[in-house]
């Protein structure tokens, strides 16, 4: 139990075009989703913290209106990123919080989609 | 949120166990800590988390010190497997739940 998708796992994009991540909870609902972003040999850095049915809440310094957040159900999430650029190049994880979870704080990870700018 | 300290790197034979430890110091009576991996290229996975007393699973058992203020985690017959980055994360409360990673202990179980 507990599988989180992603897809892509990987894509290639020209630079100044949108890419669209999905993320999917199989086998729970998720009230909460979390996007990552993970360069070489970095640890994970919280991108944004995704409700459904409502504004996902970004961290200082990302920003909102080059990462588009929708979560429009308790089992999918998505992430566009607009304009890519090269330096917008990175390893991005979603995670899923089961609703049933109450207090802790167990995550469950996608796979990841590695997405190149060229 | 209680800040981390786990080493950067370590090494175990394949069969034996692996302690993996982390120092929590300033934990707060409200905090869980929590473990989770990352194999090369994939997402993180959880693996185990603790408030106060030890825990097991069919993945590693959690040894948490009687001050809270350290942590062990045990893989208790290390496969080539689990070699992997190992996190170890404390976390309070709040309604968004976030985790926040560090840099974690780079495990690399040796043949």
Redesign the interface.
């Known amino acids: 139990g507990?599988v989180?998708s992603?897809h892509p796992s990987w894509v290639i994009c020209k630079s100044g075009t949108s890419v669209k991540i999905e993320c999917r909870s199989l086998d729970f609902q998720a009230t909460?989703m979390?996007w990552?972003r993970q360069f070489p040999k970095q640890?994970?850095?919280?991108m944004a913290?995704s409700n459904e049915g409502s504004k996902a809440?970004y961290e200082q310094g990302v920003e909102k209106d080059k990462f588009l957040i929708n979560h429009a159900s308790l089992t999918l999430s998505t992430l566009t990123v607009t304009s890519a650029h090269p330096e917008d190049s990175s390893?991005y994880?979603?995670?899923a919080?089961d609703r049933r979870?109450g207090?802790?704080?167990?995550?469950?990870?996608?796979?990841?989609t590695?997405l190149t700018v060229t | 949120d209680a800040k981390t300290t786990q080493p950067p790197s370590m090494d175990c034979a394949e069969g034996r166990a692996a302690n993996l430890p982390c120092n929590h110091s300033t934990i707060s009576g409200n905090e869980y800590v929590y473990w989770y991996r990352q194999i090369h290229s994939q997402g993180p996975q959880y693996i185990i988390h603790g408030l106060k007393n030890n825990e097991t699973n069919e993945m590693a058992s959690l040894i948490i010190t009687e001050d809270r203020k350290s942590s062990t985690l045990i893989l208790p017959h290390a496969t080539l497997r689990d070699t992997a980055v190992y996190y170890c994360i404390v976390n309070s409360g709040g309604s968004n739940y976030k985790l926040t990673f560090g840099k974690g202990t780079l495990l690399t179980v040796n043949p």
Not at chain 1, 43 to 46: G, I, N, V
């Open positions: 507990a989180v992603q909460t979390f990552y640890s994970l850095m919280l913290t809440t390893f994880i979603c995670s919080r979870a207090a802790t704080y167990e995550q469950y990870f996608g796979p990841g590695r």
